[in-house]
């Protein structure tokens, strides 16, 4: 281990805390400086402009590192320009003759929740300026910074190409279904349509009584909107009993259903759509669509996914929630191509989903592989 002095960050760099100013400054049409105010403009590197100032306050110039002070305390983003930032970031700007920027960054990230902890206040975490300034971190020569700096950056750079390559995996499966079967909503390929009523057998849900601990203590996945994040449920937050089944009106659904959020505030823009890869239950926010022997659960799924604009054209706002009528979806038009080709369909979106879970276990280990360098860097191993 390399015994590096350890300094204060305010003894290596200049520290700017935001302030905001008046909201009559602020503008959507590109007049003056980009404007951050938080945590909420971050992106993984920088921050995305959505509003900008006319007459800034306190201006962050391009290269600072751009440190989150208010709920939460700790993330960190560059300024890819100059920049006006509001009270809920600081701007650090480090001596180039001492210290490398990318390096205090990194460390930065790797005590992100060490610095986190200096945040105090009742209503929101926050962090003062002089609780910045007294910041240690090591600082080895210049050229060792930049070294450490470099292999941090290609590391997190294989991380970011294997985040990329998951977004286009994940864009496979849509576009295969417009390629095999054209686009729903006009069906160029003159397919034959049904309605979904008709190919499916609709089940409801239900919530056991939370007064009954025996029900909640069960293993069988009690599915609800939260849950409903994945294409396929192979788990759920909340679990119930064998009892429950019998004594509520939550029913078992059948594995490689299709289910359906049908009650949620997310249908405003969203619609939730699963395939169950083992036996649930469900809540009333859910329907379970049971497909019979003219349909495949996962190209039904797939078609739902690419005709949602239109199904939540049915969407009826409530005082409080959004919701679908299970008749409205039963009359849902769906295209019925053969069987086979169906069974093809399903077959090649096993094949993607295999790439999807060898992808996974890679950015795991790539994950791994960037914690265990940021730890080592600053043990002073690299």
């Not at 490689?256 to 823009?269: A, D, K, P, Q």
Request: some cysteine.
């Amino acid at each position: 281990m390399t015994p590096w002095p350890t300094k204060k960050l305010g003894e290596i760099a200049a520290v700017q805390m935001g302030q905001s100013p008046p909201g009559e400054t602020y503008n959507s049409d590109g007049v003056g400086l980009p404007f951050f105010q938080g945590k909420a403009e971050f992106g993984d590197e920088y921050p995305t402009t959505v509003k900008w100032c006319s007459q800034p306050l306190r201006v962050a110039e391009a290269g600072d590192i751009l440190l989150s002070v208010r709920a939460p305390v700790g993330p960190t983003n560059f300024a890819a320009e100059r920049c006006c930032i509001g009270r809920g970031l600081a701007a650090i700007r480090t001596d180039p003759k001492v210290c490398n920027q990318r390096y205090v960054r990194y460390y930065m990230k790797r005590f992100e929740a060490d610095i986190a902890a200096h945040g105090v206040g009742s209503t929101f975490s926050a962090i003062s300026r002089n609780d910045i300034v007294r910041l240690g971190l090591p600082v080895p020569p210049l050229a060792d910074q930049e070294r450490i700096a470099k292999l941090l950056d290609e590391a997190d750079d294989l991380r970011k190409l294997r985040a990329q390559a998951d977004r286009r995996t994940a864009e496979l499966i849509p576009a295969l279904f417009y390629e095999m079967f054209g686009d729903p909503a006009n069906n160029p390929l003159c397919l034959p349509v049904r309605t979904l009523g008709s190919l499916c057998r609709v089940v409801g849900g239900g919530t056991p009584s939370k007064k009954q601990s025996t029900y909640w203590a069960g293993k069988i996945p009690w599915v609800s909107p939260k849950d409903m994040t994945t294409d396929e449920i192979h788990d759920s937050e909340d679990h119930i009993s064998e009892l429950a089944l019998r004594e509520s009106a939550t029913q078992l659904i059948p594995m490689e259903s299709v289910l359906i959020v049908t009650r949620s505030g997310i249908l405003r823009h969203t619609l939730p759509v699963a395939i169950n890869k083992v036996p649930v239950a469900i809540n009333q926010d859910i329907k379970a669509f049971v497909p019979n022997e003219e349909c495949y659960s996962i190209f039904l799924a797939a078609q739902l996914r690419a005709m949602a604009p239109n199904i939540l054209n049915l969407v009826r706002i409530g005082a409080t929630v959004q919701n679908i009528e299970t008749e409205a979806l039963r009359r849902v038009p769906v295209l019925t191509p053969t069987f086979p080709r169906q069974k093809k369909f399903a077959m090649r979106v096993a094949e993607i989903r295999r790439l999807e879970s060898e992808q996974t276990a890679s950015c795991l280990r790539l994950d791994a592989l960037f914690q265990s360098l940021l730890h080592r860097a600053f043990r002073g191993d690299l």
